[in-house]
C-alpha cells in the first residue's frame, strides 16, 4: 500500500533539496530512523538510492537551467567514487554485527548531522572571510583541493548518507568564489548523483536497502526537487538555511542521546562480566572457601 505519510515526507525533502542543495539525507536518513524505526543501515542504503534518483532529477533541471559547473563536479567525483568503493569494500570486510553496524552508522550520522548544521549556520561567516584567501589560489591548487574535499565527502557519504549537500557546497564556495549560488547549489547536487549511486549500489550489495520504501518516497521527491530547483534562483534561502540548521542539530542531538542510553548498559554489563585481572606477574587461584591455601 501507498502510504501517504512516506509521500509527502519525500516530496517536503525533495523541495528543500532543490532549493537548497541540502536535506537529502541529512533529513531523510534521520527521518527514516527516527520516525519510522528503519534499522540505521537500510534507512542509509535506501536513502542513498533515493538521493541518486530524486538528485538526478533535479541535476536534469539545473542542467537546462545551465546551473552546473561541471569542472569541479569531474574534481569532486575523482576524490568521491574511489574512496566510497574502499570505504564500501572496509566495511564488506569488516562484516560488523547487526548492533555493532547500528552504532557506527548512528554515530558517524550524529558527526555528520553536526558538521552539516555547522556549515549552513556558519557559511556566511566562512565565506566573507575565507574567500578572499582562497581567491590566491591558482588553478592547480584549486583542483587538488577539490579532490581531496571529494575524498571526504565520498567516506562520510557512504557510511551516513550525510554530506554531500551542505558541507560540499560550503567547500565550493571556498573552493570556487566566483560561482553564483544557483550554480553552486547545481553543481552540489550534480556530484551527488554519482556519487550515492555507487554508495547505494555497494548498500545494495550488503543487502541494506528496502525497495518498496523508496519506491513510495520517490513517488513524493521527484516532483519535489524539480519544483525547489525551479524555484532555486527565485526563492532566498537564507531563512530555509538556519531553519534547516536547527532541525539537523536536533535531530543529532536526539540521535546522540539514544545512542548514549543504548550504549549505557552494554558497557556495564560488559564491565560487571568482565573476569578479575590477576596481579602484574602472577595468576589468580580459586580457592575454596575455608580451604588451606596450596603450597
Given amino acids: 500500500m501507498i502510504d501517504p505519510v512516506f509521500v509527502a515526507s519525500g516530496f517536503s ?26 534499522h540505521p543501515s537500510t534507512a542509509v542504503g535506501t ?28 574534481r569532486l567525483a575523482c576524490g568521491s567514487i574511489p574512496a566510497s568503493v574502499l570505504t564500501l569494500l572496509l566495511l564488506w570486510h569488516l ?28 557559511r556566511k561567516f566562512v565565506t566573507e572571510n575565507l574567500r578572499a584567501r582562497m581567491q590566491s589560489l ?3 591548487a584549486v583542483a587538488r583541493a577539490t579532490v581531496l574535499v571529494g ?36 553543481t552540489d547536487i550534480a556530484h551527488a548523483v554519482p556519487l ?27 516532483p519535489g526537487i524539480a ?19 536547527a532541525i539537523l542539530v536536533v535531530v543529532a542531538g536526539r540521535l546522540g542521546a539514544e545512542e548514549w542510553r543504548t550504549a549505557t548498559p552494554n558497557v556495564a554489563a560488559a564491565t560487571a562480566g568482565a573476569p578479575a ?5 602472577g595468576v589468580v587461584v580459586p580457592v575454596a572457601i575455608g580451604a588451606r591455601p596450596a603450597h
Fill in 151 to 186: 575524498i571526504a565527502l565520498g567516506v562520510l557519504v557512504s557510511i551516513s548518507s550525510v554530506g554531500a549537500g551542505a558541507v560540499g557546497a560550503t567547500a565550493l564556495l571556498l573552493l570556487y568564489p566566483e560561482l553564483p549560488m544557483s550554480r553552486i547549489v547545481g
Fill in 277 to 281: 585481572r590477576a596481579p602484574r606477574g
Fill in 227 to 245: 519544483l525547489g530547483s525551479y524555484c532555486a534562483v527565485r526563492v532566498p534561502e537564507t531563512a530555509l538555511r538556519l531553519m534547516l540548521a
Fill in 95 to 122: 562484516d560488523l554485527p547487526a548492533d555493532a553496524a547500528r552504532s557506527l552508522v548512528n554515530s558517524v550520522l550524529c558527526f555528520a548531522l553536526m558538521l552539516t548544521a555547522l556549515s549552513l549556520i556558519f
Fill in 13 to 38: 525533502v525533495g523541495l528543500l533539496v532543490g532549493m537548497t542543495g541540502v536535506g537529502g539525507g541529512s533529513l531523510m536518513t534521520p527521518l527514516l530512523i527516527l520516525l519510522f524505526g528503519v
Fill in 47 to 74: 536513502d542513498l538510492l533515493y538521493a541518486s534518483a530524486t538528485k538526478a532529477g533535479g541535476a536534469a533541471v539545473h542542467g537546462w537551467e545551465r546551473t552546473i559547473h561541471w569542472p569541479a563536479v569531474a
Fill in 196 to 222: 550515492t549511486l555507487i554508495a547505494g549500489i555497494g548498500h545494495w550489495a550488503l543487502g541494506s536497502i528496502d525497495w518498496p520504501l523508496m519506491g513510495v518516497l520517490l513517488m513524493g521527491s521527484l
Fill in 138 to 140: 591558482d588553478g592547480a
